[in-house]
């Protein structure tokens, strides 16, 4: 497989320095993604970083993934306007851990091969520089003239920049650039690659290898995703969606992804699915035939979900899908898990009752009109009722005499009640 092909039809490729697809193709290539470990998950905004080593590793190279162990104690100006705070060992410990275990699911570590995967933090070499030995042997080698020369660098020190640049983030992409130095020296690593706005940094490491051991290296940068709207992508009003599931439950992971728009899906199921040019194709061509069907995103999410997840995690997620959208059934309700029960009826209105009360039962009208205000009135839930309009967990009520009891229960701890098509309430029996 030729990787630089296979991104750029992909448009995974926003800059390449001559020479990298020649090196790629000429012998195993060693290349490396850095990656912030400021917390214990990745998000989906590390995820085209991911699925670029991916692609290198099933092209036949070797990916190396760097946890920036002594980048985060500093900081990165690119894209960022203050700042970051700063992290502790111990804390980016536990996140490099938490990380590997995720990108376990994208890359072979354990095979033995010659293209096996390994993981590095930066923090086990840059802990060992002396301030001095830094200065006299990087700092050296590249000008300040070089340095401020960087877009990253410009923009926090223009006209517009609303808040300065400390030496400490300044001096950022000569620890980058010692990163890619050392990476060079010892793995025999070529290439760099990240998001564009990284292009400064990975270009000083670069020119810092060609100056201190005459080295040739490598750089190769994706574009910075964003949806169609121009708004940032992997932003929810909830904040990132997280691939740790404790963070964003499979079902909210799923439901991002169906959610995108059409003009999104067809770009996004290029960079993060590993479907062929030929299927990609295929799966455009019927979506522009039943738009309205969604066959797009419901394979993006599918792929993207399984991968990320499990088959299972994404069969639950259809089916908790199916529940709110109407076509669910008392049985798929019982079958989820409570984190997914809870994620599809998050903001729901709850209402507590006494789980002592359920075990002789309550009346339904009782129920939802006296003990619980799910009903302002008797009557109207009456007439609700009359009027096919109510559901308890996903069985209509035809009779105003039921008795509630804690057979109706899901995980023993929660009744779901549906007034007309869309209103939800949650009873949770304490």
């Known amino acids: ?25 000429k012998e195993l290539t060693t290349a490396y993604v850095g990656i912030d470990p400021t917390a214990d998950s990745l998000h989906i905004g590390h995820l085209v970083g991911v699925m670029m080593l991916k692609h290198l590793q099933l092209a036949g190279h070797k990916p ?28 980016l410990r536990h996140n490099q851990n938490c990380i590997k275990a995720q990108l376990n699911k994208f890359l072979d570590f354990d095979s033995g091969e010659a293209n096996a995967a390994e993981l590095v933090n930066n923090y086990d070499w840059m802990k060992e520089f002396s301030f001095l030995e830094f200065i006299r042997d990087i700092g050296k080698h590249l000008t300040v003239n070089y340095m401020m020369s960087k877009d990253s660098v410009k923009k926090r020190l223009g006209e517009d920049a ?15 650039g010692t990163d890619f130095l050392h990476l060079y020296q010892s793995k025999n690593c070529k290439l760099q690659m990240g998001g564009s706005d990284q292009w400064g940094n990975i270009t000083t490491g670069t020119e810092l290898i060609r100056r201190k051991v005459s080295g040739e290296a490598f750089a190769l940068t994706c574009p910075l995703i964003t949806k169609a709207d121009g708004t940032k992508f992997g932003k929810t009003e909830s904040g990132n969606v997280w691939l740790d599931s404790k963070l964003t439950s499979p079902y909210k992971f799923y439901q991002f992804w169906l959610n995108t728009s059409d003009e999104d899906a067809e770009r996004y199921i290029k960079i993060f699915t590993l479907l062929t040019r030929e299927e990609v194709a295929d799966l455009v061509a019927r979506h522009k035939e039943a738009p309205h069907e969604r066959g797009l995103q419901k394979k993006l999410a599918e792929e993207i979900t399984v991968m990320v997840h499990s088959r299972e995690d994404y069969e639950m997620a259809v089916e908790a899908s199916q529940i709110l959208f ?65 559901s308890i967990n996903k069985d209509k009520i035809t009779d105003p005499e039921l008795m509630v009891n804690k057979d109706f229960l899901i995980g023993d701890k929660y009744i779901l009640v549906q007034k007309g098509k869309k209103n939800y309430f949650l009873l949770l029996a304490e």
């Open 162 to 176: 609303k808040v300065g640049m400390s030496f400490t983030e300044f001096s950022y992409q000569l620890v980058q």
């Open 64 to 91: 190396i993934a760097l946890i920036g162990g002594a980048t985060g104690m500093i900081g990165d100006p690119s894209g960022k306007s203050q700042e970051r705070n700063l992290l502790d060992e111990d804390t």
């Open 326 to 390: 109407g076509r669910g059934t008392a049985e798929n309700l019982k079958k989820l898990d409570e984190q997914t029960f809870l994620s599809v009826f998050e903001g729901v209105p709850q209402f507590s009752v006494p789980k002592a009360e359920l075990e002789a039962g309550i009346n339904v009208v009782e129920l939802l009109s006296e003990k619980t205000q799910v009903f302002p009135s008797k009557g109207e839930l009456r007439r609700t009722i009359k009027g096919n309009g109510l």
């Open 1 to 25: 497989m030729n990787f630089v092909e296979e991104l750029r039809w992909r448009g995974m490729i926003h800059d390449i320095m001559p020479g990298t697809e020649e090196q790629l193709q």
